[in-house]
């Protein structure tokens, strides 16, 4: 693929034009699939279904769908057609949702007869009026999406640097903030996937992740755009199904976060011959404990490559090597697709081997934040590098390992505690499933380690069993004063634990 491809439109051209009969996303059934060729006409379509609505290319389209095919052609169709896509995440509360409604200045949303009810009572609570298109999640492709080979005369010319994707982060901290990433952000992240796993167009992968997910959208949907690869997309992750729908759907390669690796090693060994096509696994959006990675490496003789990347990065801006012998446990691995450092406080380079915030710069870096000036100016360093938020460090050989985020760091007698490493050791113990430590007040320490714990089914553990083995593992200085079971800890789309909440709930 041409490295000067710029626009999502430019990817699904070519590969149109070079394999149109070929497959590029089918259901976990096999009953449904759409080729390049189809893709191309359903671009045409979408094209003229938003037209209809009111809208022209440059507005925003918010979409409030499930995984499903419909939901891969809209998206698509929309970023072909030049307008920018908002998928809006479907764990989010209400008034969250609501709020990426109204401050998207969305034209349109578009919604499955589930979400209908509740996203019109939205709508009609905003001061404009937003166009609502009511799909069927299940279809196979949009009606009378006829083939045509004509796709460029129709379709307006879309800029590479307009903003194709509004995508909004969890808001953890506060209301959501909207990345505002580019048509050229999203293809050079397409390329540098493809490139970073050497894929080809024989390689297809299991989307089991949301697409209004960063790592889903970039990683699943439009990286094999970029190398005419092919994707299985079932309506949802299935701990029960998955290795059949791999195995069925002759995936070549997986794309999980580390949540759903931990319920994986939960499940059966699968037969041989439903893993004996993937290449690897790959791990993406949150930190994999490293007793986690081994023991499905053992379990299940699929390597993992783990890899981390941001909203405003296009998900992945560092990956492990392909090659086994390369890669190194713990750590997100190299800078991919882009350029990475380690600053201090003064947003001064550290030598390697020291911590500090991990910063990046590259094609792959966002505009900025929608209509949040201020936010966006405090993202970027003053000579443009996006500063993560992410403590950790560089090794001499350049991997990058993370250590935790600068705002979860826990400070207990003025020494800093990375929340991971508690994590961590609490996961080598046999009864716990989960963990996460998150920094409470103290009036002797500044701050003192609480954590939640997940056990595992059918096991057990007493609050003085798990204290016993953390002095045991942390020493006592790192002993969690409070432990709290819990069922489940809060995350984020991506996977990532939002220990934030933990305070909120624990309070």
């Not at 589930?114 to 996203?119: D, E, G, L, R």
Request: aromatic share 6%; hydrophobic share 45%.
């Amino acid at each position: 693929m041409n490295r000067d491809t710029s626009t999502i439109r430019e990817l699904i051209e070519r590969q149109a034009a070079r394999r149109p009969d070929a497959v590029f996303a089918m259901d976990d059934e096999g009953a449904q699939a759409l080729t390049f060729e189809q893709l191309g006409a359903v671009c045409e379509r979408v094209d003229t279904l938003l037209r209809a609505h009111g809208s022209q290319p440059g507005d925003t389209v918010s979409l409030v769908l499930p995984n499903g095919l419909m939901t891969l052609q809209l998206l698509l169709g929309a970023l072909a057609g030049g307008w920018c896509v908002n998928p809006v995440n479907l764990l989010s509360q209400p008034t969250q949702m609501r709020y990426v409604l109204d401050h998207s200045d969305c034209k349109i949303v578009i919604v499955n007869a589930q979400w209908a009810p509740a996203v019109r009572e939205m709508l009609a609570t905003l001061d404009r009026t937003v166009a609502l298109i009511v799909v069927e999640a299940d279809a196979a492709r949009l009606p009378g999406a006829e083939v045509r080979r004509d796709l460029k005369s129709q379709i307006s010319e879309v800029a590479a640097d307009s903003i194709a994707l509004l995508m909004y982060t969890s808001g953890t901290t506060g209301v959501p903030k909207g990345v505002m990433l580019s048509q050229r952000n999203l293809v050079a992240n397409a390329l540098a996937i493809s490139a970073e796993h050497q894929l080809d167009a024989s390689d297809r992968v299991l989307a089991v992740l949301p697409l209004y997910h960063i790592n889903a959208f970039a990683v699943t949907m439009l990286a094999p755009l970029a190398h005419g690869g092919s994707l299985v997309m079932p309506t949802k992750f299935s701990v029960a199904r998955f290795w059949d729908q791999a195995y069925l759907g002759n995936c070549t390669w997986i794309n999980v976060v580390p949540t759903m690796i931990s319920y994986l090693l939960e499940a059966e060994v699968p037969a041989p011959k439903q893993t004996e096509r993937i290449r690897f696994c790959r791990s993406a959006s949150a930190a994999l404990a490293p007793d986690h990675l081994r023991a499905f490496e053992q379990k299940f003789g699929i390597g993992i490559i783990e890899t981390m990347g941001l909203t405003e990065t296009v998900a992945p801006a560092f990956s492990n090597p392909l090659e086994a012998a390369r890669r190194k446990v713990g750590a997100v691995g190299l800078a991919s697709g882009c350029e990475a450092r380690v600053i201090d406080a003064d947003q001064v380079p550290v030598a390697d081997g020291a911590t500090g915030e991990i910063a990046i710069r590259g094609p792959n870096v966002m505009r900025g934040y929608y209509k949040n000036d201020a936010a966006t100016r405090d993202a970027f360093t003053h000579n443009g590098w996006l500063r993560t938020g992410d403590l950790g460090m560089r090794d001499s050989d350049g991997f990058f390992f993370v250590t935790g985020r600068i705002k979860e760091l826990i400070i207990k007698g003025g020494e800093n505690i990375a929340p991971r490493e508690i994590d961590e050791a609490l996961l080598r113990h046999p009864a716990v499933l989960d963990a996460a430590a998150v920094g409470i007040p103290d009036r002797h320490y500044g701050q003192e380690i609480m954590v939640c714990v997940v056990l595992r089914p059918r096991h057990q553990a007493t609050e003085a069993a798990l204290r016993e083995f953390c002095v045991e593992h942390l020493g006592r200085f790192k002993t969690p004063k409070v432990i709290r079971f819990v069922n489940e800890l809060p995350r984020g789309p991506s996977g990532k634990v939002q220990r934030l909440k933990l305070l909120e709930q624990n309070a």
